[in-house]
């Protein structure tokens, strides 16, 4: 045993968790600032840019895949990824246009395809919890499986036409000014905003977080970890099928193929938004501010006019790559402090 | 004593893995009031006990009672409502999470509109000022302190929960001694509370200092009950060991050994002020063939620091190293094989062992690597390899197919050694090989570490535990704050000199 003595530096060290606490904040941080510095970018360039308009259509177009990428920050921050997403989002289309097209009352239709999208995920949560797979294969097969059942339902396009989903497709709130956005957007922040509650509030949240750190440790503290890593992925279901009734908002039709690699893009969005795929870091907010970031860059490429669309996906694959780089280099740093 | 209803009753327990009996027939009390020290060598028993106590495991056989109800725990969380806490030697909390969270993760106090935080913050520092740490930031991440705090915040988790048990399993093994005082402070401040204390360390000083009682285990069988006051230390030891041999007169013996020859040839190994930014500095030594070099310093001084960069697994940036007379530069740990260096990692859960390979292919992995993947090692010659080393070094259970994770602490790291001297090192580095193993495998080490000496390897020692460096090493390394201070050789040096160095040198 030693009996060396200690040199304590408790002021010292508390000095350096301060500011590791902050650290904790680097990568979303540094994901807002890029998104403004881009904005500040885009009005010097484009005359019309820094309309205030500009941005909330960024949030008008984007509606479902903040949504969507609120569900996966729940399922990335317990160190699973969930890439169903995408296919539910059609499946939750495909049901909605159908069920329209046979006469169903519209609340009907929204609340089965809910249920629909809660259950599918909260299967895909079973079978990776009690049979102990990674979620890349059960969400795999979970892709597949609901890409699979939009062309049981039909495999040519349904148009929807019921008056209250074209009401919602055309419907306007008007903000001071000249501003405006659709209802889509005020349900999209709902859902953002009630997500940072149910994280930051709640012991489900911690759990979440807890789950990132370290699936052991929580369990041996007596958290219900079975229980979250299940629900989690309930929750990524339901935000499929939330995206899904609110990409009907946006485009009145259902079609097997919609929303194809859109599971990518909410993963983009949330490691751009700071989190970390290995869980445990991360929030709600930095994956909206993601979504914003990847609708910034699509939004330059259409001013520039002259560029492919496609540039979109390549600047996007940079901005994943540095921002990957980045968060390297923060772990890196916690470690030798 | 039996006039008082003890709080937990473990009556006769059974446990067993594929391969393995671990449990048979074991009993365990522990009382209000009182510490209660749990004895036994590696792979007596002690921790699957424990996890059987905690609801890890699933008992075979037997009873559990806990204030006079009997219980059958399947999961952490039902032995937690029985009020029952612990604290594991590897801490386990989130990293990622502020101290506070730790230590009220799951019983957050909540009101209307979610988890009151400002309450967590009161809570926890409450605890943390009961436990006298007070200086701990309880908003700080827990992944900012080191892991003598972080056990201490797993302690303070423990109390705040007002457990009327609390399992301390090797509580001690990564603490300093002031640090070791502060908790000991700590259990006897819950022990006159009346919380029963289940205390296992491989200290057995500690466990005199502040047990009352103790159970003592041997290979998985109860060989008895006894208060700590009637039974002598080397009572204890042969109790554990279960033969009457003085333990620590063959420690002794592994001082009598050759001497190493240092005149002839050039050192094996001479670094240079080599160093690494960040990492550790100033680091100059000659190690010669059949040398023992011990590295000595206080937690945090870069001991692993500079074994990692005699290994190439982090690559210098300053000074020179020469590695059998030529220069080197170890850009990566495969280098520094190809050069004969092996390097037997302090973290033998997350950087050594695959747990989920048996004794046999964890074996033969370094060997299979240093020969390259396509001449593959015949399969009776890993067998006859897995036999002889399982001898060599009396592994337990000697059964090469036994999977890693169903060994002791200690019967893993002999099979981490093994794995190394497959491969016939010139160089080996040993970073905390005795670390939270007992008496008898600790032994086992230092006499295997002595003739290897002897056979002419060299060899870097590293050890929280300063005696122990003592004891074995040629000449001894001594670092402060990142940075060699000195390097003695090893004449009748003792602790006080060496404690000396440390204090008086300004680095």
């Known amino acids: ?337 | 004593m039996n006039e008082i209803v003890p709080v937990v009753d473990m009556n006769n327990i059974s446990i067993e893995f594929p391969g393995v009996k671990a449990l048979d027939g074991v009993s365990l009390r522990l009382f209000q009031g009182e510490v209660h020290a749990l004895m036994g060598e590696n792979g007596a028993g002690k921790s699957t006990l424990i996890k059987a106590l905690t609801g890890v495991y699933a008992i075979d056989g037997g009873t559990i009672t806990v204030m006079g109800v009997q219980h059958s725990f399947s999961t952490p969380a039902e032995a937690q409502a029985a009020r029952i806490s612990t604290v594991y030697q590897e801490v386990n909390l989130c990293p990622n999470l502020s101290v506070e969270e730790n230590i009220l993760l799951g019983r957050e106090p909540r009101r209307r509109g979610g988890i009151h935080w400002r309450e967590v913050r009161r809570k926890a520092k409450d605890v943390l000022e009961q436990l006298q740490l007070g200086h701990i930031d309880p908003g700080s991440i827990l992944s900012s302190h080191s892991i003598a705090i972080q056990q201490l915040v797993a302690i303070a988790r423990s109390v705040q929960v007002d457990a009327k048990v609390l399992i301390l399993d090797e509580p001690t093994s990564s603490l300093d001694s002031d640090e070791v005082q502060q908790l000991f402070t700590v259990i006897r401040t819950l022990r006159d509370r009346g919380v029963a204390i289940l205390f296992v360390s491989h200290f057995l000083e500690q466990v005199y200092d502040i047990s009352d009682r103790m159970t003592v285990l041997r290979n998985g069988k109860l060989v008895g009950e006894f208060m700590t006051r009637d039974l002598p230390r080397m009572g204890l030891i042969s109790k554990m060991i279960g033969k009457e041999m003085d333990a620590l007169a063959e420690l002794e013996e592994a001082e009598s050994r050759r001497e190493p020859d240092r005149s002839e040839r050039v050192p094996f190994v001479q670094a240079e002020n080599l160093g690494r930014k960040g990492s550790v500095q100033d680091v100059t030594v000659a190690i010669h063939a059949g040398e023992i070099l011990g590295l000595a310093g206080l937690l945090g001084s870069g001991r692993t620091e500079t074994a990692r960069l005699l290994f190439g697994a982090d690559r210098a940036d300053q000074g020179q190293l020469r590695i059998g007379g030529t220069a080197r530069t170890l850009r990566t740990p495969r280098s520094a094989i190809d050069q004969g260096v092996a390097f037997s990692s302090e973290n033998r859960k997350e950087e050594g062992l695959i747990s989920d390979l048996s004794v046999r292919d964890n074996l033969v992995l370094a060997m299979q690597a240093s020969k390259g993947w396509l001449r593959r090692v015949p399969g009776h010659t890993q067998d006859q390899l897995a036999e002889k080393f399982i001898r060599a070094l009396d592994i337990r259970p000697a059964n090469k197919d036994a999977l890693i994770q169903n060994l002791s602490g200690g019967n893993q790291q002999k099979v981490l050694l093994a794995r190394w001297l497959i491969t016939n090192p010139k160089l080996l580095i040993l970073d905390e090989p005795t670390r939270g193993i007992d008496i008898g495998a600790k032994t086992q080490i230092q006499k295997l570490i002595s003739s290897l000496a002897s056979d002419g390897m060299s060899i870097i020692f590293i050890s929280a535990e300063l005696e122990e460096v003592l004891r074995l090493s040629d000449h001894i390394a001594i670092l402060k704050d990142r940075r060699m201070v000195a390097d003695i050789p090893n004449d009748g040096v003792t602790m006080e000199d060496v404690m000396t160095i440390i204090a008086g040198s300004n680095a």
């Open chain 1, 1 to 337: 045993m030693s009996v060396l003595t200690r040199t304590p530096a408790p002021q010292g060290r508390t000095r350096i968790s301060r500011l590791q606490g902050k650290a904790r904040y680097a990568p979303t941080l540094a994901t807002v600032g890029l998104f403004l510095a881009m904005f500040a970018a885009g009005a010097i360039m484009y005359p019309g840019f820094l309309s205030g308009q500009v941005f909330l259509n960024l949030l008008i177009d984007n509606t479902f895949l903040i949504v969507l990428a609120v569900g996966m920050t729940f399922v990335i921050l317990t160190g699973g990824i969930d890439l169903s997403v995408g296919s539910v989002v059609a499946l939750s289309m495909m049901i909605a246009a159908a069920l329209l097209q046979a006469g169903w009352n519209p609340i009907a239709v929204i609340a089965l395809v809910l249920l629909t999208g809660a259950t599918f995920g909260l299967l895909m949560g079973l079978v990776i919890q009690v049979f102990e797979i990674q979620p890349f294969i059960v969400t795999l097969a979970g892709l597949f499986l609901a890409r699979g059942l939009c062309y049981v339902i039909s495999v040519d396009s349904i148009t929807v036409t019921d008056p209250f989903f074209t009401a919602m497709a055309q419907a306007r709130i008007p903000l001071t000014g000249n501003l405006f956005i659709a209802p889509g957007v005020v349900i999209a922040l709902v859902v953002v905003a009630i997500a940072f509650y149910v994280l930051h509030q709640t012991r489900f949240g911690r759990t979440v977080y807890a789950i990132g750190g370290g699936e052991s440790s929580a369990l041996l503290m007596g958290l219900a970890v079975p229980r979250t890593k299940v629900l989690v992925y309930g929750i990524s279901g339901l935000c499929s099928a939330i995206a899904g009734i609110l990409f009907s908002f946006y485009s009145l039709s259902g079609y097997s193929l919609a929303a194809t690699g859109l599971e990518l893009d909410a993963i983009a969005a949330v490691v751009v938004g700071g989190t970390l795929l290995t869980g445990g870091y991360g929030y709600v907010l930095g994956s909206l501010a993601g979504v914003l970031i990847l609708g910034i860059v699509q939004t330059f490429i259409s001013y520039e006019g002259t560029l492919s669309s496609w540039w979109t996906r390549i600047v996007i694959g940079a901005l994943l790559l540095a921002f990957i780089l980045l968060q390297k280099l923060f772990s890196r740093k916690v470690k030798l402090t």
